[in-house]
């Protein structure tokens, strides 16, 4: 949600960030097409946006980052102060990891790392120390063979999490149920995953007040 005069900042798989004008993006209908967002972003064959975060005027902060192989990386926001179209390097990725979970942070938060097989770990943000653009941040999760990072949560006060598998169950659960542990963990298990439920795909933050919305790949 946000207003048309805000900065919007796309960040994609291969690690980028590129910023327009949320007044930039056409209004659209709930059932019309929209406008192919490679009309809106010089994006790169195979480069795919996997977050977008609304940025209000001289909003202060930090933007934390999370890549497929368990790394997580702490931003200051000043550095995304000047993003083109043509895009910056927003994090560094080694070849085969994935930028999957971009978020805004107040510097004291608890971040929560949620694995396809169904792995989580809460640990403090203050365990991430802050760094530039152009690095690759350091070991969220400690992952089994196999295995690889699905998302990524911020705790904030009065809200739930819900986990949705690949067979479409969902679960909610208090932030209470998963302990404060130190960075670069194993984490414990976020339920009990088989061939009826499928493994972990999504892990968002949820108000009970709120409705949810699930879309499914086809």
Same mark, same amino acid.
């Given at each position: 949600?946000?207003?048309?005069?805000?900065?919007?900042?796309?960040?994609?798989?291969?690690?980028?960030?590129?910023?327009?004008?949320?007044?930039?993006?056409?209004?659209?209908?709930?059932?019309?097409?929209?406008?192919?967002?490679?009309?809106?972003?010089?994006?790169?064959?195979?480069?795919?946006?996997?977050a977008?975060?609304?940025?209000?005027?001289?909003?202060?902060?930090n *933007?934390?980052?999370?890549?497929?192989?368990?790394?997580?990386?702490?931003?200051? *926001?000043?550095?995304?102060?000047?993003?083109?179209?043509?895009?910056?390097?927003?994090?560094?990725?080694?070849?085969?990891?994935?930028?999957?979970?971009?978020? *805004?942070?107040?510097?004291?938060?608890?971040i929560?790392?949620a694995?396809?097989?169904?792995?989580?770990?809460?640990?403090?943000?203050?365990?991430?120390?802050?760094?530039?653009?152009d690095?690759?941040?350091?070991k969220? !999760?400690?992952?089994?063979?196999?295995?690889?990072? !699905?998302?990524?949560?911020?705790?904030?006060?009065?809200?739930?999490?819900?986990?949705?598998?690949?067979?479409?169950?969902?679960?909610?659960?208090?932030?209470?149920?998963?302990?404060?542990?130190?960075r670069?963990?194993?984490?414990?298990?976020?339920?009990?995953?088989?061939e009826?439920?499928?493994?972990?795909?999504?892990?968002?933050?949820?108000h009970?007040?709120?409705?949810?919305?699930?879309?499914?790949?086809?």
């Amino acid at each position: 949600i946000t207003s048309t005069h805000n900065d919007l900042l796309f960040f994609t798989n291969f690690g980028k960030v590129y910023s327009i004008k949320a007044y930039e993006v056409p209004e659209a209908q709930r059932a019309a097409k929209g406008r192919a967002i490679i009309n809106l972003l010089q994006l790169s064959q195979d480069e795919k946006v996997t977050a977008i975060i609304p940025l209000e005027k001289d909003q202060k902060g930090n *933007l934390i980052m999370a890549t497929r192989n368990g790394l997580i990386k702490k931003t200051d *926001l000043t550095e995304f102060a000047s993003i083109r179209k043509v895009g910056k390097i927003a994090i560094k990725l080694v070849e085969g990891d994935k930028l999957i979970g971009v978020d *805004l942070t107040d510097g004291t938060n608890d971040i929560l790392i949620a694995s396809n097989k169904g792995k989580c770990i809460r640990f403090n943000e203050k365990d991430v120390r802050v760094m530039g653009r152009d690095t690759q941040g350091v070991k969220s !999760i400690q992952l089994d063979k196999n295995d690889y990072v !699905i998302d990524m949560a911020v705790i904030k006060n009065d809200l739930q999490f819900i986990t949705i598998t690949e067979n479409g169950y969902g679960k909610r659960t208090n932030p209470e149920d998963y302990r404060v542990q130190s960075r670069g963990g194993k984490g414990v298990k976020a339920g009990n995953f088989n061939e009826k439920t499928g493994n972990l795909v999504a892990l968002k933050v949820v108000h009970e007040d709120q409705d949810l919305m699930l879309i499914a790949d086809n």
